[in-house]
């Protein structure tokens, strides 16, 4: 079929592995490793973050490529998007945060958003307040009523956690729950500068709206 030697075919079986072969397969083995610890739930971005950990220099496109041949595939699937009312009549802050995902230190940026987590007693709201700088989710809280008092229990936690200096600036979506009368007096209080996504740019709020995806993906629809 191949149409090789008899004897070329026999020589081939007895040769030993070039070390390019070796290192093929021990790359191959770290990277079956990595995504069946993550319970089949890596793509090749995130495999290759916990091989540069171990101290394995690889690069994406190689991790990319041997996950294909291997055919190891992500097993998350696509959530279900919905959002926050931000028809209301309430005065909304400018989008001071610009879409700046860069913070000097922890305790400067704070991002926020709702989520929703269906259960099989109905749907369960998540607020999460993240740091910008370290990407930690500071303070959350979750409740069966998508309310202000949901968000503002989530800032009291953060705020009562991590105590931050005045000046931190606070960016949210339009939602009524943090445009209410309520929410600001407590931005007010704590001395935080309030910054609002634009209307309809879910871009604006991308890091903690990539947090709340990735916990359903991995966490909740599986």
């Known amino acids: 079929v191949f149409q090789v030697s008899r004897s070329g075919y026999y020589d081939w079986t007895r040769r030993k592995k070039n070390d390019r072969a070796k290192r093929r397969e021990k790359l191959e083995q770290q990277i079956r490793r990595v995504f069946l610890d993550s319970r089949r739930l890596y793509g090749s971005k995130k495999v290759l973050e916990a091989l540069k950990k171990e101290g394995v220099q690889v690069s994406e496109k190689t991790v990319a490529r041997t996950m294909k041949r291997l055919g190891l595939k992500s097993r998350t699937v696509k959530e279900y998007k919905a959002t926050t009312n931000s028809k209301h009549h309430l005065p909304v802050a400018e989008n001071v945060l610009n879409q700046t995902f860069t913070a000097n230190a922890p305790g400067k940026v704070w991002m926020t958003d709702i989520t929703y987590i269906p259960t099989d007693e109905g749907w369960l709201y998540l607020a999460s307040v993240m740091d910008l700088y370290t990407r930690k989710i500071v303070g959350f809280h979750m409740g069966e009523r998508m309310t202000k008092e949901l968000v503002i229990a989530a800032l009291d936690q953060a705020y009562n956690r991590q105590r931050p200096a005045p000046g931190l600036l606070h960016h949210s979506d339009r939602g009524s729950q943090y445009a209410s009368t309520e929410y600001q007096k407590r931005l007010e209080k ?21 947090f709340h995806s990735v916990l359903k993906k991995e966490l909740v629809y599986l």
């Open 190 to 210: 704590y001395q935080m500068i309030g910054s609002m996504s634009r209307k309809g740019n879910c871009y604006d709020n991308a890091c903690i709206e990539s």
